[in-house]
């Protein structure tokens, strides 16, 4: 027997319900890219289609750096002062109070923060630390969900249940129910709110149930506390307006509410790869900080030492030279612009192509959602069947809850889309 047999029990693992999809697209491109130009599959109407995954597409469906992190990047890579030593393992100290103010403004919150691994570093590391020290065992998310949610949950050792949220045939919040449920939530539950930009529905609470929600935690905070813990991933893409974004999470901190957030900067500054994140974790005093940072610092320490230079150097810039702050602004804009488009564009699309179907069974199908939905994925409401065979017939890539990327759509492929989505309901039925 070889001595390398001992790794031999390990078991296969379930593909990522995100990036299992986006393997199988790559192949399905490769297979349509070695197709002879001669074979009719081989033509433009053919080629696989990506609306999987929720990182920005410009309009020829190519990846976008943000005008100002490239004016930033040719800066720094002049400064005879870059240097690429270790950062503290809290991060960088310039990043911290920048984050800050990004996420609670111009008044000084008492908060432990920490530069970590983006949005799902900060979930991570947030969840470990409600864990290992404080009294949580439970941790409930919206359902539906971002599905490493639970995975970070478990991971960390928490169980992980959900609250209900969608109702995929009415398109709309369950709100009566979600209350309900929260009210019922065992004390010291860590409740997993959406910032803003719900991924995957697109449809966020209003303000005024923003105010419902933080009066039932309020009222429960001295008998049966829950913990707001707020995913933060698209701030500026809900309303095109980063204050605006944040105003749940204002709203609970200004209720002295034990708030928690995950705050990445992966979509809001495309920086998806430099892994550039905050933890932020309200405390009631100065010396609470301290306790708190010195134990996420042990955390970090043992798990990857401290965090990456360049996306926290990038977004510090950005944040704190009102030039270019101004000019992030522009560029969240454009960003927020094309998706908006990109919706109407969509829409128009179904309407035209359900009409055009001529059959009888799709002619009252109501899309106002997908221009009502807010963010970078519209939940279009196609079933599980329905999005397998958009990826089997018509080579449109899909996660099977319906979920699409409105970033990568563009003029070139919407239309397509459309068709196929339609094409898809009538032949499942
Ligand atoms: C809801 C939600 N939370 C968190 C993240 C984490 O993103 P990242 O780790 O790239 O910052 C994502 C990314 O898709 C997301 O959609």
């Excluded at 192509?353 to 109501?366: H, I, L, M, P, T």
Aim: with cysteine.
């Amino acid at each position: 027997m070889s001595a390398l047999s001992v790794f031999d029990k390990v078991e296969q693992g379930p593909p990522d319900a995100v990036f299992g999809i986006v393997d199988r697209f790559n192949k399905a491109t490769a297979e349509w890219k070695a197709l002879p130009t001669s074979d009719p599959k081989a033509a433009d109407e053919f080629k696989p289609i990506n609306i999987i995954v929720g990182a920005y597409r410009d309009e020829n469906g190519k990846p976008w750096v943000l005008p100002t992190v490239r004016q930033i990047e040719k800066e720094m890579a002049e400064d005879p002062a870059l240097e690429h030593e270790y950062l503290p393992i809290t991060g960088l100290k310039t990043f911290i109070p920048a984050a800050q103010k990004l996420m609670f403004g111009e008044e000084k919150p008492t908060f432990a923060s920490v530069q970590v691994l983006s949005g799902t570093g900060a979930i991570y590391t947030g969840f470990s630390f409600l864990k290992n020290h404080v009294n949580c065992t439970k941790v409930i998310g919206p359902t539906p969900t971002w599905p490493n949610h639970p995975s970070c949950a478990k991971t960390a050792g928490l169980e992980y249940g959900s609250y209900p949220y969608y109702d995929n045939a009415k398109n709309s919040i369950v709100w009566d129910q979600l209350i309900e449920s929260l009210e019922k939530a065992e004390a010291n539950t860590v409740v997993l709110l959406h910032a803003c930009a719900h991924n995957p529905t697109g449809m966020d609470p209003t303000n005024a149930q923003w105010e419902q929600l933080a009066d039932l935690f309020t009222k429960r905070a001295t008998t049966s506390p829950l913990i707001p813990f707020f995913d933060c991933a698209y701030q500026g893409y809900a309303s095109g307006d980063v204050e605006k974004d944040a105003f749940a999470v204002r709203l609970f901190t200004s209720r002295g509410l034990p708030v928690i957030v995950a705050h990445s900067f992966s979509k809001s500054m495309g920086l998806y790869g430099e892994r550039c994140g905050c933890l932020h974790i309200a405390c009631s005093s100065a010396d609470a900080v301290k306790r708190v940072t010195s134990q996420l610092s042990i955390f970090i320490r043992a798990t990857y030492s401290n965090p990456p230079g360049h996306g926290a150097k990038i977004a510090t810039k950005l944040l704190s030279e009102p030039a270019k702050y101004d000019s992030w602004l522009k560029d969240l804009n454009v960003m927020t612009a094309r998706l908006h488009a990109m919706r109407t564009k969509l829409r128009e699309g179904l309407e035209k192509a359900q009409k055009e179907s001529g059959a009888a069974s799709v002619q009252n199908r109501d899309w106002t959602h997908i221009t009502t939905q807010t963010g970078m994925f519209s939940f279009t409401g196609l079933t599980k069947d329905e999005c397998a065979y958009m990826e089997k017939e018509h080579k449109v890539f899909l996660t099977p809850n319906g979920r699409i990327s409105i970033a990568g759509l563009n003029d070139s492929n919407v239309e397509r889309v459309a068709k196929c989505m339609i094409d898809s309901i009538i032949k499942c039925q």
